[in-house]
């Protein structure tokens, strides 16, 4: 109990006095796994959408690789991306093994299909005859896809921090094709993993409380969401 205690003040004075190690891993999760989110949503909302919107034969059959790519585990990405990286792999001359940009390719493989299926279903809900006015209103292609779209906003954010928090606690794909590496490629979870193998405890605590913190922020701004939603809802009745 007592190692306990005193990791744990130990990790507070680290985050208060803005350790640089502490500091240089945090922002680094933070801008590997924003701008995974980021790159993702530009493809997966849109063709979210198209898909909503589209009658074809194959419909539920891809919908149902989504809903199972949603659950697809990190390890399995980090190989398929490292293969891929690696000197002998096919976009090995690109050189991107070890570097952020190698984490931020296996992190958007990872949150694409939770993005896309959780919006799917958002705007999926969007009542019929909602759509069926903004076509008897004569609004353009462009105008309905934003009116669709502003109607199940709450419903993509959700997707959207969801596909954040699923990110910066992964450990797996990053840790792969990342290879942690000091001031460079180290991520929260891949430092909170070496520094308890090497009996550092005081600083994996320091990451792991900054964790804690961002996942909670995470599941407080969803509740908050969700809340608005039944609002406008009841309102709405």
Same mark, same amino acid.
């Given at each position: ?19 640089? +190690?502490?500091?240089? !891993?945090?922002?680094? =999760?933070?801008?590997? =796994?924003?701008?995974? $989110? ?6 997966a909302i ?63 493989? &990872? $949150?694409?299909?939770? %993005? ?15 759509? +069926? ?17 502003? +109607? ?7 997707? $959207?921090?969801?596909? #954040?928090?699923?990110? %910066?606690? +992964? $450990? ?10 000091? #001031?460079? @490629? ?5 430092? !909170?993993?070496?520094e308890t ?5 005081? !600083?994996?605590?320091?990451?792991? &409380? ?7 922020? !995470? ?5 908050? %969401? ?7 809802? @009841?309102?709405?009745?």
């Amino acid at each position: 109990m007592g190692v306990f205690l005193e990791s744990l003040i130990e990790s507070f004075k680290l985050i208060f006095y803005l350790d640089k +190690e502490v500091l240089s !891993i945090t922002l680094l =999760s933070f801008k590997v =796994s924003l701008t995974a $989110v980021i790159l993702a949503s530009l493809i997966a909302i849109p063709l979210a959408l198209l898909i909503s919107n589209k009658v074809f034969g194959a419909k539920k059959i891809l919908i149902s690789i989504i809903h199972t790519g949603m659950a697809l585990p990190p390890v399995v990405v980090g190989l398929i991306v490292y293969m891929f990286l690696s000197r002998n792999g096919l976009l090995g001359y690109l050189d991107l093994l070890y570097t952020p940009k190698a984490m931020i390719i296996a992190q958007i493989i &990872i $949150v694409f299909p939770i %993005i896309i299926g959780i919006s799917l279903s958002a705007l999926n809900s969007v009542k019929k005859k909602i759509r +069926e006015t903004a076509i008897t209103l004569g609004a353009t292609k462009f105008q309905y896809a934003m009116k669709t779209i502003k +109607e199940a906003k709450q419903g993509i954010v959700t997707a $959207v921090i969801t596909a #954040f928090g699923r990110a %910066i606690g +992964e $450990v797996g794909a990053i840790i792969i094709v990342g290879g942690n590496i000091r #001031f460079h @490629t180290r991520a929260l979870t891949t430092a !909170i993993v070496l520094e308890t193998r090497r009996g550092e405890f005081a !600083i994996a605590m320091a990451l792991g &409380i900054i964790l804690i913190g961002l996942a909670f922020l !995470i599941n407080f701004t969803l509740t908050h %969401i969700q809340q608005k939603k039944v609002e406008l809802w @009841t309102y709405s009745k």
